[in-house]
């Protein structure tokens, strides 16, 4: 994308993309959201569905079997997806999570064996960052990598790991330096197959249930020399900079949860009476649907406006706000979605209480968005240090 395109316009080609992405998500992933979220089952039928619309890992360059689809194609492919199923939409949203590393720092060869297989919808990719005693002070993690030879040799405890499990590889960031702080951490290709690999029991969650989230466990793992990401001691900011282009994921993931439950309150104001009128009569009613609305919108203008600088990032460009915006809209599309899920299950009254009627569930699914890929204080930090420095 060239440098005068407007920064702000999704194009033909993006709004007919969301069109195919909506059809797919309402025929082929909605019909399940609910059982999905009953059943803390990883949602198969939607992997299955989004493998065969080639809509798994769009982002995955042509180069490497993928279909090359631009930052913007990716948010709106997230969004769309979230729209019905926020468990779903962490199957593109983690794909691309697992892959930036090896996009930005890995070798050639590392990008040919392990990309491929997950544009062919074959594998899917984590990214293992996050251990029990380091969340937000990742850079304090355990996890140690000895060098052996031809090999490295990994033990730890990684935490709180997106479709763990169920995905084939995982970059994992672990200590190759001790004492050497941000820059003794290495990031490295675990697949799952790896012996002395295996993983905790799923985490029992508020949302977002049918996306396990699990511990990677690493016991004595012995990879080839040639799985580690990039130079030595490389890692963490390797690390960093997948969220600077993964954080505006979840803010399209933000947005499609945030949306999902608007349009749904929509319908719903539009039937339910109450002193013999349409509840939509109400301007009580009508001024929360509009705030609800003008929130999406900011959020999703800034979002846009972040995965374009992102994708110009990826080419090579030189974007000195990535960082800031791409924590902005995280930060502001996942706060819009707690805002607005919250205010739909007030919209729908006690119904909106149940399991009988979605917002309940999105409301849930909303509540993440402002925990992982750095919670939104981290993000409002991370803000704070780019202006003042
Ligand atoms: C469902 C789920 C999926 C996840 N998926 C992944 C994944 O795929 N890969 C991965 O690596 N990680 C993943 N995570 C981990 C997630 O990124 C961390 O939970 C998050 O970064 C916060 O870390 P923590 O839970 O240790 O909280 P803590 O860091 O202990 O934070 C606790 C509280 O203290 C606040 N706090 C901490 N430091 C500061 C500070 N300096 N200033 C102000 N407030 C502060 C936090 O904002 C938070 O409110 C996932 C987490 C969940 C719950």
Known sequence: MSSDFPAYAPSEEHELLRQTVRELAEAKIAPHAAEVDETGEFPQNALD?????????VHVPESYGGAGADALATVIVIEEVARVCA???LIPAVNKLGTVPVLLSGSEELKKK???????GEAMFSYALSEPEAGSDAASMKTRAVRDGDH???NGVKMWITNAGVSEYYTVMAVTEPGAGARGISAFVVEKSDPGVSFGPKERKLGIKGSPTRQVILEDVRIPA???IGAEGTGFKTALATL???RITIAAQALGIAQGALDHAVGYVKERRQFGKSIADFQGVQFMIADMAMKIEAARQLTYHAAIKSERAMNGEKVPDLTFVSSACKCLAS???MEVTTDAVQLLGGYGYTRDFPVERM???AKITQIYEGTNQIQRMVMARQLLK
């Open 49 to 57: 569905a989004l493998v065969a619309g080639d809509l798994h890992a």
């Open 152 to 154: 490295w040799v990994l």
């Open 87 to 89: 468990s779903s939409s």
């Open 226 to 228: 040639d799985r580690i």
């Open 244 to 246: 600077d282009h993964t």
């Open 114 to 120: 392990y990309l491929a297989p997950v544009a062919r």
């Open 335 to 337: 706060d819009a979605a």
């Open 363 to 365: 409301m849930r699914d």
